[in-house]
Nanobody, 124 residues
Framework: QVQLVESGGGLVQAGDSLRLSCAAS????????MGWFRQAPGKEREFVAA????????VYADSVKGRFTISRDNAKNTVYLQANSLEPEDTATYYC?????????????????WGQGTQVTVSS
């Protein structure tokens, strides 16, 4: 079992940055692939970024590539999402997820554990 708690969301202006954190407990994240997803009001939840536990390979959605960076600190059992150059379109609830798998990391069904989410609001 893995428990995930996100933090770091908030209200920012376009062009600002935020660092979201996902603290894990129960099992070490070093043996889980970790992903970030987001859901805007009235829209389906979508993939943002993921990091594979075996080799640290990262994957990003086209909409955030070059602006967002996913990373992990195994010693702190925490995964981060550095979000730069935020745009109003990035406004959403951001969810952290964990998976024992190493493939299909952009797919929600790959993940067995989810956090409660943290709200990010970007004003124009």
């Amino acid at each position: 079992q893995v428990q995930l708690v996100e933090s770091g969301g908030g209200l920012v202006q376009a062009g600002d940055s935020l660092r979201l954190s996902c603290a894990a407990s129960g099992r070490t994240v070093s043996t889980y692939s970790m992903g970030w997803f987001r859901q805007a009001p009235g829209k389906e939840r979508e993939f943002v970024a993921a990091i594979r536990w075996t080799d640290g390979i990262t994957v990003y959605a086209d909409s955030v590539k070059g602006r967002f960076t996913i990373s992990r600190d195994n010693a702190k059992n925490t995964v981060y999402l550095q979000a730069n150059s935020l745009e109003p379109e990035d406004t959403a609830t951001y969810y952290c997820a964990a998976s024992a798998k190493i493939i299909l990391l952009a797919t929600q069904g790959t993940y067995g554990y989810w956090g409660q989410g943290t709200q990010v609001t970007v004003s124009s």
